[in-house]
């Protein structure tokens, strides 16, 4: 049988765009049987299958389509990797929660300094990371465990068969137990290496579409270079190979010196294993400090305008491009020297009581001071030149007093560097931890373990786990308090409850009835301020407690460990292996589960929607795709080009997104050309651009951006009108908000309003839809309405309302017996997914 897809763009077309968890289209149309008409499986556009033309309600005059790109942060199994990248992700965050991002010279620019610390406190987060993978392999399995053993040091590789390598013959010497232990960090920075190399090549490659004649960029949002991130992610992420590549072959070559000094450099013999080590040792710090240095060359900070230079500056063959094979060459020899140079040099001189690797120690701590050094100008930054000013000096937003200011005071980035700085280093302790206890016992130098055998972990590996475990108990006391904050709200919520339903409805509903659904209200609007004041006062305390076991480390340094409580390190240990647990069987259900992957996709639908700006290593950037797919799709249903307008004929386009998708939504009409946005109509439901964007990123998501928007879906004909004029939108603009008091996540954007009632025209801004819909039980059913919160939005009959109203300028809100849906005949066909055809659908 010949199936029907409309193909036309003439008239209006609804765009649906999806939130979190990845919506199939399927369910984003609320139709069984769909195809792809653009794009691909990772992320396209879909419309509805019908069995013949005639009748359909897909034609020349409305049709739906959907954008599904839920597959690019939850698609295949790898994307359970991207939950060891969590730190990198909060890092990246961080650089665009900075209220002090603006345009100047039609391009955004940022705080220098606090550009520069937080590039360099990325890089310090990779060497976090490959510190880690060297402790657990180079120094307790290579150095420590492939000691020879002797009546005080019993091999640790005794009880293990995957250790037994250690004493083969072929492998008799320090030098090749580490060199094959090296391989451990190296395979890690080859697995980040090839994860971000796929990644930019899906998301960042993708092309942005250009502008013809100068771009009017006002605002941050407005700016196409966002998007066009190809360049300076390629050059970030061969820096950060190249340094961290340096740091493996700087660890590995240091314990061959011979009395772990530089002295051999002036060693007669040219070509002396000796020599050898030491000039491959400082070619490797050499280009670890070019890679500290060059990371903050203005030029890989810059994104370029969309077009011909920017695609060239991506694929041009230069140092950056030959950097990270420079140092993978340097590693190859260092590799070479420490399997036969070291060997022929005889064994190190381990006798100036070296107990762990040399050079690992001080590396960690080192590392763990700069960057509180780094955390510490981030903050001072922010003290010293103040915040920028997100809103007028009254306070009086968008004529609204109450319109969102800066979370934490405009502290956010500091406090999110902060939170990805403590997980990256709980990470890395715990691990290192764990491993230890898995071999022997973790101790610090001339502590006794008993028959255990004694492994060496750095100090401040244990005092991070102590400052773990207090920040822990801090974290159960405040998700307490934030628990008691939600439950708070209920008599308030009661009082709304009674007062917005009808009278015939509240008073006919029992009180338990009533009081369910005042604490659905409540907990709803309660979640984020407890939340974001719990992680505020959580990261205040985390600040406290790494002073205070800084101090506590300096005065009693190894005596945690040799003088202090067993249970105190036990109890702090058991802490950290829990994190890194349960990230493992995070990880481990992502990859065997979908369904859980989709659950797991909601974190990186929140936390990957800003491009990759501070580490490439973090999780790709979604809407580094999804937004040039927007922009493009909407020129042409629009029947526009890059700034011109093609008459006749030319489509109209209802852009209609939920929960994340809003954001996107906004992102796209922002930067989209005037054309496209004369015939562009906007509705928004389960929209966070309040609760969350303007609170936690203020210089992109501000008044400012709100008001600029709604000229945009107010304007008529001619150029843009300049920024500025009347706070709040205007009453011609094409833009509805519907929300739900039982929302967690959705809320107003210019002010919160009265729920709609049947019969009342609606009008063009925020609009509240009552959930549920009644309070009592209706005839025919035994059960209640339960809330359905942040979904489910089509099933409203508002929702039609809107779009009628948005479409054709009938807004009269039907009575609420009326059906929200219309049953269809049976598809008898299969959905591109292959899934089974469904006998009805509500659309």
Known sequence: MDRY????????????????????????????????VAGDRLAGFYRRIWERARGAPDGPDFRREGYSWGKLTSGDNSRALWLLL????FLNLAYYMDPEHRVVGNRTRVVPERNAVQ???????????????????????GWQCGAHAGPSRPACSSGGFWLNWLHYSWLDSTGRHLAVTSLVPLALVALLWWTARRTWATMEAQQVPQIKGTADVRLPLEDRRLWNGRGPVRELRALHVAGALAVVGVLLLAPLLPGADLTSLSHGDTWHPAAAVVRNLLLLALLLVVALVVIQVPLVKDRDRPGQDAARRADEL??????????????????????????????PDTTAGLHALPWQTGAVRWLLVAQGALLLLLAASHVLRGTARTTPPDGNALGNPRFPHPAWGGMSMAGVALLATLLATALAAGVTLRVAEILGAPTVPGHPTGNQRPLVVPTAYFWAAVCALALAVVALLLAARAWAVMRRGRAAALHHVQEFYPRDDAGRAPLARRRHIAGVWARARGLSPAAEGGLGLLLLAAVVIAVAGVVLDLALGTRLVTDGSPWLTTAANLVLTGLVAGLLWAGRQAYRSESFRRTVGILWDVGT????????????????????????????LT???????????????????HSQGSVIGVAVLMQANTAAGVRTALLTYGCPLTRLYARFFPAYFNADSVHRLGQILAHRVGPLPEPGGKPGLADDTRWYNLYRASDPIGGWVVRDARPLRPGVRLKHGDRQLLDPMKLCKQPGDTCYQPPKGHSDYFSDPAFDACVRDLVAGDGTLAPPTSPPSTAVPVILSESVDGAAPVGRARL
């Open 5 to 36: 897809v409309s193909q036309d763009i003439s008239g209006w077309t609804e765009l649906r765009v999806h939130g979190v968890s990845g919506t199939p289209p399927e369910a984003e149309l609320c139709h069984p049987a769909v195809a792809l």
């Open 86 to 89: 969590l730190p990198f992700m």
């Open 119 to 141: 590039r360099l406190l990325a890089l310090s987060l990779t060497g976090t990371y490959v510190l880690a993978a060297t402790s657990v392999s180079m120094d307790l399995v």
């Open 318 to 347: 230069d140092g950056y491009r030959v950097l990270p094979w420079l140092v993978t060459t340097l590693v190859a020899g260092a590799l070479a020297v420490a399997c036969w140079g070291a060997a022929r040099a005889g064994p």
């Open 609 to 636: 929607f800003w491009p990759r700006a501070a580490h490439p290593f973090a999780p790709p950037c979604y809407a580094e795709r999804t937004v040039p797919d927007l922009l493009t799709r909407l020129e042409h």
């Open 639 to 657: 029947g526009t080009t890059a700034g011109e307008q093609q008459l006749p004929p030319g489509g109209r386009v209802l852009l209609s997104c």
